[in-house]
T-cell receptor, first 117, second 113 residues
Framework: AQSVAQPEDQVNVAEGNPLTVKCTYS??????LFWYVQYPNRGLQFLLK??????LVKGSYGFEAEFNKSQTSFHLKKPSALVSDSALYFCAVRDAVVSNAGNMLTFGGGTRLMVKP | EAQVTQNPRYLITVTGKKLTVTCSQNMNHEYMSWYRQDPGLGLRQIYYSMNVEVTDKGDVPEGYKVSRKEKRNFPLILESPSPNQTSLYFC????????????FGPGTRLTVL
């Protein structure tokens, strides 16, 4: 079975400071990893994904994430936070092998990011 | 415009009254899914479909039905809704070529009284 953990319900950061939102995962095979963002009263928007290749993935709005296979982590980062980054962030994982996962995509519980001026 | 649409966006109903939430995508994606979002639990997959007439259970399928008669449509059916199905529901579509990146609809907020 696959699983995702987002250990922090909320992350608070001052505008202009770097931010990190943590994610660890578990799959039986190789992972496909995703980050999504949800703004208030909106659907989920895709931020970035890791499929294969470079461990550092760059995505939308200046966000990036680093895949660390030994630590089974995929933390989301941004060098300089903006107030407009305040939202709910979800990490998700699926097994790269379709026969292991079908189209199962497993989400973490979400982390609320609060960026204060 | 490439998109996933859901209807209705908001629905208040009573226990036991059958309802259907429609989902449609115009991107010719083979995969479609339904999720429910509850506070503290993130998104949990209800059902998914890998293509027309191919559906399978996700993590929380009890009390729900789906059908995939056409590639673009994937309705979610609640035959006898109960208050514990009060939630925010999202439909999503994806395809292998994008690494299964999910494209989400705007959500349907369902309240069962």
């Amino acid at each position: 079975a696959q699983s995702v953990a987002q250990p922090e319900d909320q992350v608070n950061v001052a505008e202009g400071n770097p931010l990190t939102v943590k994610c660890t995962y578990s799959v039986s095979g190789n992972p496909y990893l995703f980050w999504y963002v949800q703004y208030p009263n909106r659907g989920l928007q895709f931020l970035l994904k890791y499929i294969t290749g470079d461990n550092l993935v760059k995505g939308s709005y200046g966000f990036e994430a680093e895949f660390n296979k030994s630590q089974t982590s995929f933390h989301l980062k941004k060098p300089s936070a903006l107030v407009s980054d305040s939202a709910l962030y979800f990490c998700a994982v699926r097994d790269a092998v379709v026969s292991n996962a079908g189209n199962m995509l497993t989400f973490g519980g979400g982390t609320r990011l609060m960026v204060k001026p | 415009e490439a998109q996933v649409t859901q209807n209705p966006r908001y629905l208040i109903t009573v226990t036991g009254k059958k309802l259907t939430v429609t989902c449609s995508q115009n991107m010719n994606h083979e995969y479609m899914s339904w999720y429910r979002q509850d506070p503290g639990l993130g998104l949990r997959q209800i059902y998914y479909s890998m293509n027309v007439e191919v559906t399978d259970k996700g993590d929380v399928p009890e009390g729900y039905k789906v059908s995939r008669k056409e590639k673009r449509n994937f309705p979610l059916i609640l035959e006898s809704p109960s208050p514990n199905q009060t939630s925010l529901y999202f439909c999503a579509s994806s395809f292998q070529g994008a690494g299964y990146t999910q494209y989400f609809g705007p959500g349907t907020r369902l309240t069962v009284l």
